[in-house]
């Protein structure tokens, strides 16, 4: 195990309705990584948060966006779900500098109906 | 923009020597990583490479990077069944990775 915890595991939500997911980052971790995963497809870059402050993000538009807590845990929040919302959404943790692995949660599978 | 493409899908026999092959586009990243993803899990880092190295071996596993083709490969050595997953292939640095879309496993007795 990595030691990344995200919740809830499972989530259905309705199209429109607003979306909020959780990620508690490795002891010592002072990164966190946001990724979209559509089946069949590989993991999408949504955000990075380090230290409180978003770092970089991906091609997504407004309408996700996070937080990051002083422990490190974060949060992920998607409004105005649409249909193809739906899909695996991991968090990774990691530190800062040069010789970083990133670990990665068991993801929150998301369906939009 | 950057990219990272990974061949769909490989059979192996029990035993042998499985070897999943990747390129990429972006010569810029520090790092390049291997990860394997079970059904209904999340991703489990398998191994990583620097950019200036070109070979690195951690048990049944080898890693080739060869820069000038950018050209990465996984060799798994004495796969087994339990070795039946999908496997990604990303590069990145201190900031975001990039995936391929993941070449599945399946390893037959």
């Known amino acids: 195990e990595t030691g990344v915890t995200q919740s809830p595991t499972h989530l259905i939500k309705t199209r429109g309705q607003q979306v909020t997911l959780r990620c508690s980052s490795q002891s010592g971790h002072n990164t966190v990584s946001w990724y979209q995963q559509a089946l069949g497809q590989g993991p999408q870059f949504i955000f990075q948060y380090y230290r409180e402050e978003e770092n970089g993000r991906g091609n997504f538009p407004p309408r996700f966006s996070g937080l990051q807590f002083p422990n490190y845990s974060s949060e992920l929040n998607v409004n105005a779900l649409e249909l193809d919302d739906s899909a695996l959404y991991l968090c990774a943790s990691s530190s800062q500098g040069p010789n970083t692995e990133a670990f990665f949660g068991q993801g929150t599978r998301l369906t939009v109906v | 923009g950057e990219d990272v493409e990974q061949s769909l899908f490989l059979s192996v026999r029990e035993g042998d020597s499985s070897v999943i092959n990747c390129t990429y586009t972006d010569s810029s990243s520090t790092y390049l990583y291997w990860y394997k993803q079970e059904p209904g899990a999340g991703l489990q880092l398998l191994t990583y490479?620097?950019?200036?190295?070109d070979m690195k071996q951690d048990q049944r596993l080898t890693v080739l990077l060869n820069k000038k083709d950018k050209h990465l490969s996984l060799r798994i050595a004495d796969t087994q069944t339990g070795d039946s997953a999908i496997y990604f292939c990303?590069?990145?640095?201190?900031?975001?990775?990039?995936f391929g879309t993941g070449t599945r496993l399946q390893v037959f007795p």
């Open positions: 990303a590069g990145g640095g201190t900031d975001k990775l990039i």
């Open positions: 490479i620097f950019s200036n190295m």
